[in-house]
C-alpha cells in the first residue's frame, strides 16, 4: 500500500476551511439530524478528491462568467471522457491570497482539471466529487448546484452516480 502524498498548503487551507464549515453545521443546523449528510461540506469531507489544476485544452474557450454549474455541465457534455465535478476550488486574487469558492468544473480521467469557467491560472486549488452520472448533472441552462440538493444530502450518494476519479486527501 503506497501512503497518499502530504497536502499542499493551498491544498491544506481549502480542505480547512471545508472542515470549519462542517463543524459550524453541527452547531446551527438541527433539522438536518440523521440525514446521511448534515450539509454539502459533510459530503465533501467523506467523499471529495484533490484535482489538479491546468491549462484550458485547445479546443474549450472560457465561457460566461458566474454560471459555472452549467458550464462545466455543458463542457462535459459537448468533450467525451470529461466528467462533471463539484466542489470547492481556491482561486488566486493576486500575491500570495487565494479564496476558496463554491465551484464546479470539469476533469478528465486521470484527475486534471478542465475549467470552462475560469482563466488559465486562477484556479490554484480544486477539491470535489466527480459525478459521473450524466442524468445527475445540473441542466445547462438552470444551472444549480448538485451537492446542495435536499434529497441528496438527506438519504445519500447513489454509489454508480459518482466516480473514483481525482485524488483522495491523506
Partial sequence: MTTPPELTADEADLLGYIRIH??????????TAGWAYRSAYHLLLQHGRFFEPAAL????????EKLCYGNASTTARRRPGLVYVEG????????????????AWCA???????????????????FGVPVVDPDRW???????????????????LPSQAFGDIGRRSP
Avoid at 57 to 64: E, L, N
Avoid at 110 to 120: E, H, R
Avoid at 140 to 156: E, I, K, M, W
Fill in 22 to 31: 462542517a463543524e459550524l453545521y453541527e452547531h446551527s443546523a438541527p433539522g
Fill in 57 to 64: 485544452p485547445i479546443g474549450i474557450a472560457p465561457m460566461t
Fill in 88 to 103: 470547492f476550488a481556491a482561486a488566486g486574487v493576486g500575491g500570495d491570497s487565494v479564496v476558496p469558492l463554491a465551484h
Fill in 108 to 126: 478528465s480521467t486521470d484527475g486534471t482539471v478542465v475549467d470552462p469557467m475560469w482563466k488559465d491560472g486562477w484556479g490554484q486549488t480544486y
Fill in 138 to 156: 445540473p441542466d445547462p441552462a438552470a444551472g444549480g448546484s448538485v451537492l446542495d440538493a435536499f434529497d441528496l444530502l438527506r438519504t445519500g
